[in-house]
C-alpha cells in the first residue's frame, strides 16, 4: 500500500510538473503525447496493485477483505480464502460472545462483597454464577482455538505462505495471554470462597462487614483475598487493554 502510493504520488507530481512546463513551453503534439504517457502510468499503478493484492497480499489487504462483502468463494487463491475465512470466523464469535456477555446478569451479591460471604449457601451461589460466567469465557477461547487449527491445517495443505499462516497466532495471542491469567484468577477464588464456605463458624458478617475471630483463619483468608483481588484487578486491566485493540495488521 505504501509502494502503490508513493508511486502515485510520484507520478501526480510529474504530471503537475510537466503540465507546468507544457502550457509554458511544449506543442499541442507534445501534451497530447505526454497525457496518454501520464494515463497509462496511473493505468499500470492500478492494475500492478491489483495483481499484487491477489498474489502478493499483504496481512492489511486481507483484513480488509476479510471486513467487506465480498462473497468467500469469489476469492483466490485458496490461502487468501483460508485467510479471509477464519477472521470472518473469528469475528462471528466474537459477536457471538457478546450477546452473550450482555445477557449474563451481573454477580449478586457482588463479587467480594461482605454479603457473598455471608453463609455457605451464598459463597455457593457466588461460586456457581461465577463458574457462568468464567465457562462463557473459556468456552469462547477454545472456540477460537479450534478456527485457528482448523485455519492452519487448511493452510498446511495448500502450501499457504508463512507469514499468512502465522495470522491467526497473533491475532489470538493478546487474548491466550488474558485466559491464562483469567483461569489463574478463576482457580483462585474458587478456592477463596470454598475456605469460606468451610469456615462459617469463624467467619461473621455483621453491618456488612466480614469478622474472624481465630487470627489462622484471618490470615489465611485475607491472604486468598488479597491474592484474588489483586489478579483480577490485573486480568480486567488486560481485558481492558485487549478490548481496545482492533483487528489491524502488525507494524
Not at 506543442?27 to 502510468?41: G, H, I
Request: aromatic share 10%; proline share 3%.
Amino acid at each position: 500500500m505504501l509502494t502503490t502510493g508513493a508511486l502515485s504520488l510520484v507520478v501526480i507530481n510529474l504530471a503537475l510538473l510537466f503540465g507546468y512546463r507544457v502550457r509554458t513551453k511544449w506543442s499541442y503534439r507534445a501534451r497530447k503525447r505526454l497525457f496518454y504517457v501520464a494515463l497509462c502510468l496511473g493505468l499500470f499503478t492500478l492494475a500492478s496493485d491489483a495483481l499484487r493484492k491477489r498474489f502478493l497480499p499483504t496481512e492489511e489487504d486481507l483484513v480488509e477483505l476479510a471486513q467487506s462483502d465480498t462473497p468467500l468463494m469469489s476469492i483466490r487463491p485458496e490461502q487468501n480464502r483460508f485467510v479471509v475465512e477464519f477472521l470472518r470466523r473469528k469475528i462471528a464469535n466474537e459477536r457471538a460472545y457478546a450477546q452473550t456477555a450482555a445477557a449474563m446478569r451481573p454477580l449478586s451479591p457482588p463479587l467480594y462483597s461482605a454479603q457473598s460471604f455471608a453463609d455457605k449457601v451464598a459463597c455457593e451461589k457466588t461460586l456457581t454464577n461465577l463458574k457462568t460466567a468464567a465457562e462463557a469465557d473459556f468456552r469462547f477461547q477454545s472456540e477460537q482455538e479450534e478456527a485457528n487449527k482448523e485455519f492452519r491445517s487448511k493452510m498446511e495443505r495448500v502450501g499457504g505462505r508463512s507469514d499468512l499462516t502465522a495470522i491467526g497466532d497473533r491475532v489470538l495471542d493478546p487474548a491466550r495471554k488474558v485466559n491464562r491469567l483469567e483461569k489463574e484468577w478463576f482457580s483462585k477464588t474458587v478456592k477463596l470462597y470454598q475456605y469460606a464456605a468451610d469456615h462459617q463458624l469463624e467467619i461473621v458478617v455483621r453491618d456488612n462487614s466480614i469478622r474472624i475471630s481465630a487470627e489462622s483463619v484471618l490470615k489465611q483468608f485475607n491472604d486468598q483475598l488479597t491474592e484474588s483481588r489483586d489478579l483480577f484487578q490485573e486480568f480486567q486491566s488486560r481485558v481492558s487493554a485487549v478490548n481496545k485493540q482492533t483487528l489491524k495488521p502488525s507494524n
